[in-house]
C-alpha cells in the first residue's frame, strides 16, 4: 500500500516557530511612525500586548510555542502532506506534486495558526477583548474561533459590502460567539464620522482596520489583531513549512520548488521561510529549494510594485513599513480571491524578494479558477480561489516537467477549502470572471502618492 | 501531554465490511413488488450493477472492501475520533465525550462512504454513468465526487426548490463534473408529464427519485444509485464504527452509549452496527453498548411509526420494504436538518428496533441548535444540522451524568460539518427557527394509506 497522504503524530507538532529575521542577510529596517522616527515598542504597546511585541521585534531565531496554543494546535495539527497523484497522472507529468493542506482546521484555512497563537498571549496579558477587521470573512473567523478557544470576547468589523453579501462567514463568527458589525458603523468615531457624510458608505478594509484599531487604542482591556503583513503573523504561519520539512523527511523526498499563494504574505512566510536557512546553507541536498510566492495580476504587488516605505491601510492611519507596494491608494478590482487584494506586502517577504532569495510570480483570475477545478476533480478537495494561484502555478511547472522530462517534485501551499466560495465557482462557470491587467501608467500613478520618507 | 485527537495510520482501515445480517436473531424479510412477491435480483439489475445486489441480499458477516474502494479512502480515512474535553469541561459533567468526526472528508459528510464503494462497483462493471437524486445536495455532492474519482458521468435530479435556494451544493457538484437538473425536469417522462400539468411544480425528493430511477431503468449503460436506507449503503457505512472500536482500543476505553442522528438510517447503521455483534454476547466489558437512533420530532418515524410494508418514495415507484414508517405521503415540515426527513427508515435500523436491540429517540430543531451552537464554541467544528440531533442527545445524557455523577463513556456520530447550513444557524440566530410536534391524528391519517400487503 503506498501512503498518499503523509501524516505525523500530534508529538510532531514542532516545538518552536522559526524566525527568519535571524537568517537574513542584513536586518530589516524599522516601521516609522509619523514624525519619521522608528516605531517604539511603547508605541504598540496601545493595541499589542507586550508579547506579541517581542515577537515582532525579535532576531531571536526560534521561539517556543507555548504548550496551551500547541494544545488547540492539536485540534487539527499535523496537518496532512498530500501526494497528488491523480493530479500527477491527469497532467500526464514526471513531477511529482504535494499539497500542504490546511483548510482542516474548523476555521477552514491557514489563518488560525496565528489567531490562537495571538489570542493566547492577550489573555495571558489579561486583555478580556479583541478587535479586528476583516473582508470577505477568513479571518474573522479564524479570530472568531480561536478567541473563543481562550475565553475572550472577539468584535469583528467587516466590511459593510461583505456583510451584506456574505452572511455565511458572517454567520460562522456568531456561530463562535464574536459581535460582527457592519463597517463603517456607529461603534466608533471613525465610523460615525463617515456615515454622518455619507450614510451608505459601503465600507472597506482601510476603514475596517482604522475602527477596529481605534476602539482597541481608546480601551485598556482591549487588542487589536492583525492576520497578515507582520512579523510575528509570519513568525506563527512557519509551523506549516516546518511541518512538510517532516513529512518529507519521513518519505525521503524533498522539494525542489515550492509555490504559495501570497497577498499579505502569511500563507508564504509559513511554507516558505523554515527552507530559507537551509537555502542560505546550500539547500539540503546540495541545491537550494526555489521559493516562488504567487500573486494574482490584478494586484501584482511583488512583481510590479516598489520597494519602499508606505502605509499598511488605505487611510494612512498604520505606521509606516518597508515593503512591496502599488501605493496605499491603490485599487484592485473585486477579484475573488479577496484575501489576495491588498496593496503592498509582508515587510520580510518583501526583504527576500529583493534581496532575491525568493521568486515572485501574478497569475490572472481565469487561469487560477481553470486550475481549481482540474485540481478538485483529480484530487476531491474543492481549493480556495487564494490557494489556486499556486495551484496554478504549480500546474505550469509540471507541464514544463512534461515538456523536458524532469522528474522534479513541487509543493504547493494549499491554504484553505474554497466552501465559502462556491458563488465565485459559480460565475467562473457561468462565464462571468474576467482577467485584468493593470496599464502601466495606473501603477506609476499610484506609487506618486508614497509618503516622503527622511 | 494528553492527545484528544485519537487517529489511526491509514494501514489500519478495516479491510472488510460488517453486514449486520449476520448477527440478527431472526432474518430480514425480503422487499415485496408490485403483485406482492419478493423482488428478484433480476428485477433489481435493470438499475443496480451485480456485486450491489449481492451486497444487499447478502448474509455474510464480513465482505471485503476493495484495494481501489480503500485507495480512496486513503484521501481523508481514517477519520478522527476525537474526545471533546473542552465541551465536558464547559458542561461541567464527569462523563467522558467522543465523537467520530466525518465532516473530513471532501463532500464534508459520511456519505462518501458509499458513494466511492457504489461508484467503484458500477465502473466494474462497465456502467458509464450513475443517475441518482438529491435534496438539500449532501448526497449528490457525494456521488459527484465518487464518479469523478472513477471515471463516471454523473447526473443529479436535484429537488427544484433545492436547487433555487441553495445554489453552492450544486456548484459545488459542478465542480466535481456532475450534470445537475431541477427536478422535475424535461430529462424524463415523469418530469415532463409534471411540467405539462403544472409548469411551477417545486419538485421533492420522491419525484426526483423517479426520475433518476426512470433514466437508469431506460439505459444499459446507466445505474441508479442512492445513498441511504437499503442493506449495501447501511453496510459500507459500518468503517465507521469498526474505525471507533480500533480508536478506543488504543486509548483503553469503550462505549457505554453511542447517538447517531437517524433519517434514512446510514449514519446510525455505520457507527452503531459493529457494536451490535459484541451486543449479542453480553457487550465487550460485560455490558452492551446502549445504540440510539436519534430522530427529528417533526419526522419521528421510529418513536411514533407503524412497522409495516411501505413504499420507499412518495410516489409509489419503488418496491415495498418492511420498516417503521409515518406513511409514504407523510409531509414532513421544512426543517433544516433536510438529511433526516425520510417518511421511513432502513429496513435493517427498523427491524433492530423492533427487536429491542436499539434504541430510539425524537428531539426538536431548537434544542438542536442550540446543542449545536454550544459544541461549536466547545470544540470548535461547526456540525451539520443532522449531527446536531445526536449532539443534543449526547449533551442531555452527559447533564444526567452530572447529576448522577456517573462518569459513562459516549460517542457521538458527527456526520458532517455545517459549513453549506450556515443560513440555517442565521435563521436559528434570528429567533425564526421553530419546533414542530406532528398530532397524533395527522400520523393516523397517514398511516391508514399504507399499502396492503399479503
Not at 501524516?7 to 507538532?13: D, G, K, P, R
Not at 535571524?22 to 536586518?27: E, G, Q, V
Request: proline residues 7%; charged residues 20%.
Amino acid at each position: 500500500m503506498e501512503s498518499l497522504r503523509i501524516t505525523l503524530e500530534q508529538s510532531e507538532i514542532p516545538t518552536h516557530w522559526y524566525n527568519v529575521v535571524a537568517d537574513l542577510p542584513t536586518p530589516p529596517v524599522p516601521p516609522l511612525g509619523a514624525d519619521g522616527k522608528p516605531v517604539s515598542a511603547a508605541q504598540l504597546a496601545a493595541i499589542f500586548p507586550a508579547a506579541i511585541i517581542d515577537q515582532e521585534m525579535s532576531a531571536e531565531r526560534w521561539i517556543a510555542i507555548p504548550e496551551q496554543v500547541r494544545e488547540i494546535y492539536r485540534l487539527w495539527r499535523p496537518s496532512p502532506l498530500i501526494r497528488a497523484r491523480r493530479l500527477e497522472e491527469m497532467l500526464g507529468t514526471p513531477a511529482r506534486i504535494y499539497y500542504k493542506y490546511e483548510g482542516v482546521s474548523p476555521a477552514g484555512s491557514h489563518k488560525p495558526n496565528t489567531a490562537v497563537a495571538q489570542a493566547f498571549y492577550n489573555q495571558q496579558a489579561g486583555i478580556k477583548r479583541i478587535t479586528t477587521e476583516t473582508g470577505a470573512g477568513q479571518w474573522g473567523c479564524s479570530m472568531a474561533f480561536a478567541g473563543q478557544m481562550f475565553g475572550l470576547e472577539v468584535r469583528v468589523y467587516m466590511v459593510k459590502v461583505s456583510f451584506q453579501q456574505k452572511p455565511f462567514r458572517r454567520s460562522m463568527m456568531q456561530t463562535w460567539g464574536a459581535e460582527v458589525f457592519a463597517s463603517p458603523s456607529a461603534m466608533t468615531q471613525t465610523g460615525r464620522d463617515l456615515l454622518a457624510s455619507d450614510p451608505d458608505n459601503q465600507g472597506s478594509l482601510g476603514i475596517a482596520i482604522s475602527e477596529a484599531v481605534e476602539e482597541a487604542a481608546a480601551r485598556a482591556d482591549t487588542s487589536y489583531a492583525l492576520g497578515s503583513v507582520l512579523n510575528h503573523v509570519a513568525l506563527h504561519q512557519t509551523i506549516i513549512g516546518q511541518e512538510a520539512k517532516k513529512q518529507f523527511e519521513k518519505v525521503g523526498d524533498w522539494p525542489d520548488v515550492i509555490f504559495a499563494p501570497c497577498g499579505g504574505g502569511s500563507s508564504f512566510a509559513g511554507i516558505a521561510f523554515p527552507f530559507v536557512a537551509e537555502n542560505a546553507s546550500g539547500g539540503r541536498h546540495g541545491r537550494p529549494t526555489r521559493l516562488v510566492a504567487v500573486e494574482p495580476s490584478s494586484c501584482p504587488t511583488l512583481t510590479r510594485g516598489a520597494y519602499a516605505y508606505d502605509f499598511g491601510d488605505a487611510s494612512g492611519f498604520t505606521p509606516l513599513m518597508k515593503m512591496y507596494t502599488l501605493g496605499h491608494d491603490f485599487m484592485p478590482p473585486g477579484i475573488h480571491a479577496g484575501g489576495l487584494r491588498y496593496h503592498g506586502d509582508s515587510p520580510l517577504v518583501s526583504q527576500l524578494y529583493h534581496e532575491g532569495l525568493i521568486e515572485a510570480l501574478a497569475v490572472g483570475q481565469l487561469a487560477t479558477f481553470e486550475a481549481g477545478v482540474l485540481f478538485a476533480r483529480a484530487e476531491g478537495v474543492i481549493p480556495a480561489p487564494e490557494s489556486n494561484h499556486a495551484i496554478r502555478a504549480a500546474i505550469d511547472e509540471a507541464l514544463r516537467c512534461k515538456e523536458s522530462g524532469e522528474a522534479m517534485t513541487i509543493l504547493v501551499n494549499l491554504t484553505g477549502h474554497g466552501h465559502f466560495d462556491m458563488a465565485a465557482y459559480d460565475r467562473y462557470f457561468a462565464g462571468q470572471l474576467e482577467d485584468f491587467e493593470y496599464p502601466a501608467e495606473a501603477i506609476r500613478a499610484s506609487l506618486e502618492h508614497l509618503p516622503k520618507v527622511g
